[in-house]
């Protein structure tokens, strides 16, 4: 069964760094555009980054540019998504996705999703 299961969600003060994961199993990413989205409670999900596998591409939501980054180890068949100086406005649950057509449009987008994860909790507290 191909799955996607992040980790490293957690509570973390304000100011603080957290590093998400994301491992896929049963199917390889290397080819694919892969990118991390986030929901509040009662609000639409929004795109945090994604990143085009041919391209080199990465896009990045305004509001995390320069503290978030995105990165994979094809070895592991593992996506990160490195955060730092987290802000209270960053709690929410993120996910991982795989896909095609990572663009900017403007902030990250995904054509089509193929597998989502089921998601991981970051509270950050002011």
């Known amino acids: 069964e191909v799955q996607l299961v992040e980790s490293g969600g957690g509570l973390v003060q304000a100011g603080g760094s957290l590093r998400l994961s994301c491992a896929a199993s049963?199917?390889?990413?290397?080819?694919?555009?892969i990118g991390w989205w986030r929901q509040v409670p009662g609000k639409v999900r929004e795109g945090v980054s994604c990143?085009?596998?041919?391209?080199?591409?990465?896009v990045y939501a305004a509001s995390v540019q320069g503290r978030f980054t995105i990165s994979t180890d094809n070895a592991k068949a593992t996506l990160y998504l490195n955060m730092d100086n987290l802000k209270p406005e960053d709690t929410a649950v993120y996910f991982c996705?795989?896909?095609?057509?990572?663009?900017?449009?403007?902030?990250?987008?995904?054509?089509?999703?193929?597998?989502w994860g089921r998601g991981t909790l970051v509270t950050v507290s002011s």
């Open positions: 996705a795989v896909g095609e057509g990572c663009a900017n449009v403007p902030g990250p987008y995904l054509r089509n999703v193929y597998h």
């Open positions: 990143m085009a596998r041919s391209g080199g591409t990465t």
């Open positions: 049963e199917f390889s990413f290397e080819d694919k555009d």
